[in-house]
């Protein structure tokens, strides 16, 4: 038998010349390949692709192309309702390859007629054109008459190619999650509504009703870890903390018998501790911590990098449109309005924050900065020995910082453009010198970007300096004032109410002006409202110079003790007399010997603990 076979394959070859494919042939007993259940297989494959159901099936059309007999992917035919319980998909390849009016690809993954179509189909404009006179007249019943006039022409073919996606992305993670912007939520059936009416009922306690809400918000929305990391650390930063499940090994047969409320306690893990349900230990206000938690917080441990910032706006934008949608805390509704828009105003003004604080204080300032003796002087490796060494070993060295000639051009044209004759003549004649410098935070108040007047009067003096220094940038003006942070002053100062009224150290100088010289590249960043953390130095003839930059913070910004319990649970710090300096001698002599050993234990209890 297989002798006879090997000679059939020789001779013929096995159907649709698939004779080195081994899906149609077993290389064992030399048999052709078929499924159980090939003749059925075969009859409704041929019946796809008839000249009786081709033409007026639109999917069908869509995928082959009709007069054009694009192969169309054989998992996609697998896919339709009637072939889903034929498998495996090997065998039905190997079964349609006996079909004789069907053509399989050598790789067994597409499939197309052996003869194209040459009829008209429903892709043809004229298909429903009565007055064809190469179309007989239809009656009501027939395949012509049901078929459904496409709604554009041409008709859009189907892509047969399986979709790519990146590496690391699988199609599940491309579905829409519910954090997305544009995201709004279903509408609610009738039964919905009253069942939620009932769990966000007022007469339940705020700490209730959050707590229900936060489980089913994470039910509707499809976790992914990077928005679940965000989630539990705004929960945490908010006072709601996270444990195991108040019921384990529930099960879903359990889960049918129980209500959408009782569901939503089981599988919760996020809670609100007994004692913040005095609303003199836990403040409600999603203003603040909002603010906070994007402004402070968020960046400070994970960065401006664009992808989080948007993440870390997504997350509690979805969470408080979920509290209004769903009526959860309706006298709260005013605060989470704001928080909405602080959510988007943080997704715009983060990645602005980011980039002006790595390019501030820019040229101008740094070259002042330079010539003065600032923070940006004898930083230049340019002249360095150990440079010079490394690029004799054929290293190559990357420059840092601003040669003092190149500083005293640069310095110079900002005064010769924007400076009175009188500051010109002061630098020229050496006068220019440092008044006092201080530290500061700052906030913007204007910005003046330069006019065409500096703009001409820069590609004038750039056309001067072009072989040495490029393209000199024109200078804008930034107007700021001085402004305060809330900050941890009153966690981390003695409680000295006279040197530190209220916990916090006097306010100096209290909405000081300053106007900075700033490149034009770097001031279009710049925003009204955006705070800073500068050193100033201030020069003879009225001029300012941002001489450092220490960090770059958005308009809203903003401090709360929440941030102390993110890491650790914070401790009151005492001091202990055997810390501050005394003799021990002398502290002995005032501890009697009855008293010592309780003295002794007490200490022991009371020692400074950091934790």
Not at 490 to 512: T, V
Request: proline share 5%; charged share 30%.
């Amino acid at each position: 038998m297989a002798t006879a076979m090997t000679a059939l394959s020789a001779d013929a070859g096995p159907p649709n010349g698939a004779s080195t494919n081994v899906t149609a042939t077993s290389q064992v007993t030399g048999t052709v390949l078929d499924h159980p259940d090939g003749a059925e297989i075969r009859r409704q494959v041929e019946f796809y692709f008839s000249d009786e159901n081709l033409p007026t099936d639109k999917h069908m059309l869509q995928c082959c192309g009709g007069r054009e007999n694009i192969p169309v992917s054989v998992s996609r035919i697998c896919g339709f309702q009637k072939m889903r319980k034929y498998k495996p998909k090997s065998l039905v390849s190997a079964a349609l390859r006996l079909s004789a009016f069907l053509e399989v690809s050598a790789d067994g993954k597409t499939i197309k007629r052996k003869v194209p179509l040459t009829g008209k189909c429903i892709l043809d404009p004229d298909y429903f054109d009565a007055d064809d006179d190469n179309d007989i007249a239809y009656a009501p019943g027939s395949r012509k008459a049901k078929a459904q006039q496409p709604a554009q022409y041409p008709v859009p073919l189907l892509p047969q190619a399986k979709i790519k996606h990146p590496e690391g992305v699988s199609k599940n993670m491309l579905k829409a999650t519910g954090f997305e912007k544009a995201y709004m939520e279903p509408i609610l059936t009738p039964a919905e509504a009253a069942e939620e009416e009932e769990m966000y009922s007022p007469e339940k306690s705020f700490v209730e009703r959050i707590e229900i809400a936060i489980q089913r918000f994470k039910q509707k929305r499809r976790m992914h870890e990077m928005y679940a990391h965000v989630f539990n650390k705004l929960m945490r930063f908010g006072g709601v903390e996270s444990g195991p499940r108040q019921y384990q090994g529930i099960s879903k047969h359990d889960m049918k018998e129980m209500g959408a409320e009782e569901i939503a306690r089981a599988l919760a893990i996020h809670n609100v501790p007994w004692d913040r349900s005095d609303e003199k230990r836990w403040v409600v206000d999603f203003v603040d911590v909002c603010k906070a938690f994007l402004s402070s917080w968020y960046p400070a441990h994970y960065g401006y990098a664009s992808h989080a910032i948007k993440n870390a706006c997504q997350v509690p934008r979805s969470f408080f449109g979920y509290l209004r949608f769903h009526r959860v805390c309706p006298e709260f509704d005013d605060q989470l309005a704001i928080a909405l828009q602080v959510c988007d105003q943080a997704e715009r003004e983060l990645p602005k924050v980011n980039s002006v604080g790595l390019a501030l204080p820019g040229d101008f300032n740094k070259s002042a900065s330079v010539v003065f003796g600032g923070a940006q002087a004898d930083i230049y490796t340019g002249d360095k020995s150990w440079a010079e060494d490394l690029k004799k070993e054929g290293l190559t060295v990357s420059e840092i910082g601003i040669r003092k000639e190149e500083a005293r051009v640069k310095f110079g044209t900002g005064i010769a453009v924007l400076g009175s004759d009188a500051q010109y003549d002061m630098f020229e004649s050496g006068d220019l010198q440092v008044l006092s410098q201080e530290t500061a935070y700052l906030e913007v108040t204007a910005i003046q970007l330069p006019d065409d007047d500096t703009k001409s009067a820069y590609t004038e003096q750039s056309k001067s300096f072009k072989h040495k220094l490029g393209q000199l940038e024109p200078l804008g003006k930034l107007v700021c004032k001085t402004w305060y942070t809330d900050d941890c002053d009153e966690w981390d100062l003695p409680k000295d109410k006279d040197k530190y009224p209220n916990g916090k150290p006097r306010k100096a100088g209290d909405g000081k002006e300053y106007e900075f010289w700033i490149e034009e590249d770097i001031i279009k960043d710049c925003f009204v409202g955006l705070k800073m953390d500068a050193n100033i130095m201030h020069l003879t003839g009225g001029m300012t110079i941002l001489d450092d930059i220490k960090e770059t913070m958005c308009s809203f910004y903003t401090w709360i003790p929440n941030e102390l319990w993110m890491e650790r649970k914070p401790k009151e710090v005492r001091w202990l007399k055997k810390g501050m300096g005394f003799d021990d001698d002398e502290d002995e002599a005032e501890i009697d010997g009855s008293n010592k050993e309780s003295a002794d234990k007490i200490a022991s209890d009371d020692e400074f603990d950091d934790e």
